[in-house]
């Protein structure tokens, strides 16, 4: 009776104690900071920022490897107390905001009658969509189920509308569209174009009367603000000037796809 | 320790007694884990490490400590007791030596610390291979081959489930059977599928 308990004692004592030292031996020291970031960050583990978890990126934030406003839904409250955890200036960051590129849907015509499953993921499959347009939204509502906050839903053409309280650019939205017509941008930008097709002007007239034709208006009435290339049209932020006639623009685009948030 | 011996050890570790669809250990992590492919690999490839060594250990603790004392009927305890202490001091080693190993296998150790399939391998080779009459080192030969095998046939079954679960996402599954429903239901199927290898017995 004796000899079965004492081997296990020891065995068990000697194990511990095995452990013990080891944990001594083996011991990793951790930068105090990194747990402090950690209690700092939303802690949703999203993975918005592009790392696997909340504990990554604080800890690439404290060597220096990431930006201190890296973490997407984080707000300015979180980027001052990181800050002041690592003793830097505190920074902020441009508001961003996810923007639908299309503006077709039901105005848009299909290329066939859909039958299957009722996604965008699934329909993308047959033949690139039912839609004539290869650029523009199927409306089947991938982002919508992608979207962590509830920020997505369709409006009365079928098209995905994100609200931009709610939204907080993680970025599940625009991976979760195949057409990838779904762009993260700055939210002070309020102008942009709302197509992101390539096609010529004629076959872009004959199947989607919202799409962008690349008449070139735009560039011209703006002075070089709007550019146009490979049939669409597109805004270079970094020239806009105080007197950007946007109204005028907007007014005389033809297909009206150049809209104001 | 003849070739017939090995080939029947491998083929039987990993098909025809598979530890998850035939012999049902270690199912915790088996439907936990088998969500997407890249940590379903992660986690089989640290099952294969932690079994083959836990093989290895036990081995030596029972023909060292358990045979001389004449307490083998406390295998089980002491088994435990060696396998839990043994991943604890692997996850310190790699926490130490290497952080990106650590990051992709280590987050799996302590799972894998209290897993059924990992004793259920050091019982099994108890049972098989740690016999009074047989050669020490025949006995140590299989016993760390079937616990490699073992860990092998998890990794495949790992890699099957994760795969067939990664294309349902994309699925039409009415809204009750989401998810673990599902995921019991395609095992269930597996295990019949694997029943194959052993041949019907009535």
Redesign the interface.
């Known amino acids: 009776m004796l000899i079965p308990i004492l081997t296990m004692s020891i065995m068990g004592l000697l194990f511990g104690l095995g452990l013990a030292y080891a944990s001594k031996i083996f011991r990793v020291d951790i930068d105090p900071k990194i747990n402090m970031i950690m209690r700092a960050l939303p802690g949703a583990n999203c993975g918005a920022c592009g790392m696997a978890g909340c504990a990554n990126l604080a800890e690439a934030i404290a060597h220096g490897k990431a930006d201190i406003t890296a973490c997407a839904p984080g707000d300015q409250k979180v980027y001052n107390k990181i800050a002041e955890i690592l003793g830097v200036g505190i920074k902020v960051r441009k508001q961003k905001i996810a923007r639908v590129r299309c503006n077709g849907g039901k105005r848009s015509s299909d290329k066939y009658e859909y039958q299957g499953l009722k996604k965008c993921a699934g329909v993308n499959l047959l033949a690139g969509g039912n839609k004539e347009c290869r650029f523009g939204c199927m409306g089947f509502g991938d982002c919508i189920n992608a979207c962590p906050f509830d920020a997505i839903s369709l409006n009365e053409n079928n098209i995905p509308v994100v609200d931009g309280l709610k939204c907080t650019a993680c970025g599940k939205c625009v991976q979760a569209c195949p057409k990838k017509i779904i762009i993260l941008e700055n939210a002070d930008n309020k102008v942009y174009v709302k197509c992101l097709s390539q096609d010529k002007a004629a076959v872009v007239k004959s199947i989607c009367p919202v799409g962008c034709i690349g008449c070139k208006i735009c560039e011209k009435l703006s002075g070089g603000v709007f550019i146009v290339e490979n049939n669409l049209s597109r805004v270079d932020y970094s020239k806009v000037k105080s007197d950007t006639p946007w109204q005028a623009v907007i007014e005389k685009c033809p297909t009206k796809c150049i809209v104001k948030t | 320790m003849d070739l017939t011996m090995f080939l029947s050890i491998i083929i039987g570790a990993i098909f025809i007694n598979n530890f998850i669809l035939s012999k049902f250990l270690g199912l915790c992590s088996f439907i936990g884990i088998s969500k997407e492919t890249k940590p379903a690999l992660y986690m089989g490839v640290s099952v294969t490490f932690v079994t083959t060594c836990a093989s290895i250990i036990t081995w030596a603790i029972y023909n060292f ?1 358990l045979v001389p ?3 083998e009927y ?1 295998r089980t ?2 088994f435990i ?2 396998i839990a ?1 043994f991943v ?2 692997v996850e ?2 790699i ?2 030596f290497s952080h990106a190993l650590y ?1 992709t296998l280590g987050i799996y150790l302590p799972l894998i610390t209290v897993n059924c399939a990992v004793l259920g391998v050091a019982v099994l080779n108890s049972e098989m291979f740690f016999k009074p009459g047989m050669n020490a080192l025949t006995s140590f030969t299989l016993s760390a081959l079937q616990g490699f095998c073992v860990g092998l046939g998890y990794i495949l079954v790992m890699l099957f489930m994760s795969g067939i679960r990664e294309r349902l996402e ?3 599954i009415p809204p009750s059977f989401k998810d673990a429903p599902i995921a019991f239901i395609i095992a269930s199927l597996m295990s019949m599928a694997f029943m194959g290898f052993s041949g019907f017995r009535f």
């Open positions: 400590i004392f004449h307490i406390l305890i002491a007791l060696v202490s604890q001091l310190m080693v926490k130490k990051r994309l699925c039409d």
